[in-house]
């Protein structure tokens, strides 16, 4: 994958966009399996809404986002989806070896 100073075309573009989001995509599918996993540490719904643990996470993940220098906000709402959906997998989970 060429860097974006190396692209000579937008098809170089593309496909180095194309690859980054396959890597984000396996990414999110490897952070799936350790959401599965916490799953089987918690006894209730309470530990697996971890509403303090989740406020921590999306303060932190808005100073990574500063750091990259990235809108903050917009990060944090990718979180908080992307939490969203994971607690629900995780709650069928738990419900599903209870």
Known sequence: MKQPEDCESIEDVRQAIDALDRE????IGH??????????YKTGEQSVRAPERQQAMFAERRRWAEEAGLDPSVIEEIYRTLVSYFMGREMQHWRDAT
């Open 24 to 27: 984000v995509i396996s990414l």
């Open 31 to 40: 952070r799936a399996r350790y959401v599965e996993a916490a799953a089987s």
